[in-house]
């Protein structure tokens, strides 16, 4: 059988490919686990092998990132979906050097931009506040914001001024924009990289993932570099909105095929395995290779913001697997509970298909189904000798 530490009811197909004894493997998935302020579609507790599902944020109508997650082999790709909430961090002033001349083409304070409905770092309608002419070339842009700042995300978005007719050219000179070189100055050692970005007619956005600061928490306000450029001319370019973003995880954990929900609250959460149809991996004898120590089904939403422990879960009812090594192999397997990458069960419904190795003939049918009772429908032979069985009949 197979093991590892994947836990999923699956319904897979395996290939066997004899000259490396290997197999590919397709399995369903559980529930993929819903972060806090995300919703998910669809929302279901079994999902095929295949199956994607999107998450989406209701309360942030400036995220507008697709995110998606994809059963494979029984286990869900793709990261945790990313919404969260804005802080508010006003942008105190902004500065914004020619990299080619060295010269400095803004440099100001601003005004404590907002909206009704997010709280901004920096907004303004007309992109006309704070602008720079020929954008195409390099420049930095220098912002310091006020005060220090615990944030995730960030987003830029860069506009050609209302003032500026909008056209297809225009569009086309936005969309040229590009943003590389994002530093958080007063904390050197985090890292931003570019998370996605989008196109809304006149405006460019841009949004920045952050890594977690490991180093002590800084008390100076937030300063942060960038710089911009495009490919073709650009006459002019007005600074749109800032926002900054700090996520929210925990919310609805994973649940793993035969677990359920015992308890709930904000911070804590009891996920263990159905005593209807499955016992604890750690309490039984079959996998005792895993400490208890290893495994905690108490989650509990911890310090980075994701839930800790898992249950590890095993069929109560399962058919044994018995065949004549020698004579015969697996060749495919349907409806079964993967446990782990080298450890199965066969459940109920689960219909396992043998062949016979060379030299070897098919004395009864190929397949056998697990039944309700855990017992195979039948147990024969499956495989013979052919030089034997010619010797019997003759005698």
Same mark, same amino acid.
């Given at each position: ?30 529930? &993929? ?8 579609? &669809? ?31 029984? %286990? ?28 400095? %083409? ?54 050609? &001024? ?36 989008? @196109? ?120 044994? @697997? ?28 689960? %219909? ?44």
């Amino acid at each position: 059988m197979f093991s590892g530490n994947k836990i999923s009811l699956v319904s897979f197909y395996l290939l066997c490919i004899c000259e490396t004894n290997s197999y590919r493997i397709g399995s369903k998935c559980g529930f &993929p686990g819903l972060p806090h302020q995300t919703k998910i579609e &669809p929302e279901k507790n079994i999902y095929e092998d295949g199956e994607e599902v999107t998450y989406r944020c209701p309360d942030d109508m400036v995220y507008l990132k697709t995110q998606v997650k994809k059963c494979v082999a029984g %286990v869900w790709t793709g990261h945790r979906s990313t919404c969260g909430y804005f802080t508010r961090n006003q942008l105190m002033r902004v500065k914004i050097i020619d990299n080619n001349s060295g010269e400095v %083409v803004f440099e100001g304070k601003t005004s404590n931009y907002t909206t009704s409905d997010f709280p901004a770092s920096f907004y303004n309608s007309r992109g006309t506040a704070v602008t720079i002419k020929e954008a195409h070339k390099p420049h930095k842009w220098y912002f310091n914001f006020s005060n220090p700042i615990s944030f995730d995300f960030f987003s830029l978005n860069i506009r050609i &001024p209302k003032s500026i007719p909008l056209t297809s050219s225009t569009i086309n000179q936005i969309d040229a924009i590009r943003v590389k070189s994002v530093h958080i100055i007063n904390e050197p050692h985090r890292n931003c990289t570019i998370d996605f970005s989008t @196109l809304d007619r006149s405006s460019k956005i841009f949004w920045f993932w952050c890594t977690v600061n490991d180093s002590i928490t800084s008390d100076e306000p937030v300063s942060i570099s960038l710089i911009t450029s495009a490919a073709q001319p650009i006459a002019i370019l007005g600074l749109h909105q800032i926002y900054f973003t700090k996520l929210q995880y925990c919310g609805q954990p994973q649940v793993p095929l035969l677990a359920k929900h015992v308890s709930d609250n904000e911070e804590f959460k009891q996920i263990q395995c159905d005593p209807k149809v499955a016992i604890d991996a750690n309490e039984n004898q079959l996998s005792s290779e895993i400490s208890i120590k290893d495994v905690d089904q108490f989650l509990s939403c911890v310090d980075d913001e994701y839930w800790a422990g898992n249950p590890k879960c095993l069929p109560k009812k399962f058919c044994q @697997l018995n065949y004549n090594e020698l004579t015969e192999e697996i060749s495919s397997v349907e409806n079964a509970y993967i446990f782990n990458e080298t450890k199965w069960y066969a459940i109920e419904g689960t %219909v396992v298909e043998y062949k016979c190795k060379t030299g070897f003939n098919l004395v009864t049918n190929s397949k056998r189904t697990c039944l309700q009772n855990s017992r195979w429908d039948q147990n024969d032979s499956i495989c013979f000798d052919l030089e034997s069985h010619g010797s019997k009949e003759k005698s």
